[in-house]
């Protein structure tokens, strides 16, 4: 398998650790309800937000974690990782330009330069590859490891 094909099936994997549950009605921050208002859903996230600003008008956005935020994805240990700081464009359905974003699979980091959402799925993009998913699987926000949990 070459390095897409490979990513591809990473991410297939990833959309397969899916929250089973989500009571919480409430997002947890103003970033994650700007998400729902843009079309996309909450748990791109981790709860851990701190603050949030956006133009609404360029549509130019960052969020602040506060500390940069590790994911460890069951049951095969993928990582995923947050900067401090995540930066992008974002429109109805599209967010684009996005920094701050990273998986690590098959020996490399690849970063996530865009995300698009068509209510039933999402389309990742990792520079010119893209992968699709259900929204669903991404209901929850994340929490990151090893820190406190913010809710
Ligand atoms: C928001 O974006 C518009 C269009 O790019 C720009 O003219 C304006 O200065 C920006 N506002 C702020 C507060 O950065």
């Known amino acids: 398998m070459d390095n ?18 989500y009571s919480d009605p409430n997002p ?7 998400l729902t208002n843009y079309g996309f859903p909450i748990g791109l996230l981790p709860s851990s937000v701190q603050a949030y ?8 956005f960052s969020v602040h974690l506060g500390d940069s935020c590790k994911l ?3 049951p095969d240990n993928y990582v995923a990782t947050y900067s401090r700081k995540i930066t992008g464009k ?7 330009d996005l920094q701050g974003i990273r998986v690590r699979a098959f020996f490399q980091w690849w970063s996530i ?3 698009r959402s068509s209510g039933d799925n999402l389309v990742f993009e990792v520079g010119m590859v893209t992968a699709k998913f259900p929204t669903k699987n991404f209901v ?12």
Do not use: M, W
């Open 113 to 115: 330069t865009g995300i």
């Open 53 to 60: 600003n956006l133009n609404q008008t360029s549509g130019h």
């Open 28 to 34: 947890p921050s103003v970033a994650h309800a700007q």
């Open 140 to 151: 929850e926000s994340p929490k990151c490891e090893g820190q406190r949990s913010s809710s």
């Open 4 to 21: 897409k094909t490979l990513l591809f099936l990473f991410l297939f994997l990833f959309s397969l650790y899916a929250p089973i549950s």
């Open 90 to 96: 974002i429109d109805q359905g599209r967010i684009a």
């Open 72 to 74: 460890t994805l069951p």
